[in-house]
């Protein structure tokens, strides 16, 4: 007897959840749920083909690029370079009101950018911003809310490991969408810098009131100060890093290399600069950056491999076709099928990372946006805000887990708390790229010219 794709997509779909639920790992239980599909539905000569089958799909000289982004930042992320810039920033703006929470936001996005790794953005910058934060008064929660939320530009902005999958799956141009996540990147820096600044005001004037009122009074209240010479001093250690963050632009939006040799590049100059700014240069040293970055390399390759090979299992049986079709069908307005598969998107994201999510949709979801009208530019950078979301809410929530290990005295309760009114602000930014999706396309077609 003869499945039809809906029962053969049911069945499949079905059989994925069951998997991932028994807790095996992601990048296993999609080859299970793939490899058992080829065995009972597909002819039997297809099993001979799934080790050139992976190959295929991950020998691609854009992916060349995850194993060197990802080897930048774990020397930046594992050195001291996140304190350094935290500790700057914190000086620089420590005269602006609420500029503790500003100087973790911008440290972050700026961390983010070289790094490119939201995990290793809160890590870094947590690991010194919430101790911080805590000590001059500031809720834990919102503390580790900020950081939290902060470390999820790391797949906003470039270089993102997430941008390069999305770019390889909707067949998209990685520069073009690179550039894309700059204007949205900024937009979320400046919505949460003016949460920052409310949330900051907001505690200033309840601990005010409670030391006028004859309670303790919190270190909220205490003026510190740095002088020009100590803000100054603190330079020298963040600079070269950022020029480095500056170099690896121009030398990819100026067409002087591909995001692959830019890739080589970083991560060479982000060696360098450690062993030069920090004396990092010993064998043994090293070893921690290399392993980490093997492991993480091996882990997200793997992923990626399964994922494409569980794909390529649902195009050959006919079930993302269908499933594409069925969607297009049902005759959606544009916006409404917007909604619909961004819903989904956030659905999944309660159990998925965005890594997964992007190869396991992009052959049903991206035809019919296609159809539809949409520039799979903008949603690629829409998706990645949704995808944001993802990271910091329960129950998979990755950045919540890493605040836990970085704070194991704030309860996970307040964490989720402390992250809600980012949450919020990332909504806010979906609805404004709707609205405005020149944020996104805008600085790309500038550059690059009109598609």
Known sequence: MTLTPLVLGSLYGIVTILVMCSGMPIAFALGVVATSFMYFFMPASSLDTVTQNVYEEIASITLLSIPLFI??????????AGKDLYSAIHAWLNRVPGGLGIANVFACALFAAMAGSSPATCSAIGSAGIPEMRRRGYSPGFAAGIIAAGGTLGILLPPSITMILYAVAAEQSLGRLFLAGIGPGVLLVILFAGYAVFRAHKEYKMAHAIYTGGGAKSAYLDDEHFTLA???????????????LIGVMIALYGGFATPSETAGLGALLAIVLIAVVYRIYKPRELV?????TIKESGMLLLIIGMSLLYSYVMSYLHISQSAAQWVVDMHLSKWLLLAV??????????FLPPVSIILMTAPIILPPLREAGFDLIWFGIVMTVVMEM????PPVGLN??????IAPDIPLSEVIKGTIPFLALMFLAVILLCFFPGIATGLPDIIMGVK
């Open 390 to 393: 993802g990271l910091i809410h």
């Open 288 to 292: 921690p950056f290399l392993n980490s």
């Open 341 to 350: 598969i961004l819903l989904m998107v956030i659905v999944l994201g309660f």
């Open 71 to 80: 080897l930048k930042g774990a020397a930046i992320g594992k050195s001291p």
């Open 230 to 244: 100590q803000k100054v001093e603190m330079l020298p250690r963040v600079l070269p890093f950022l020029i480095l």
């Open 400 to 405: 919540l887990f890493v605040i836990k290990n």
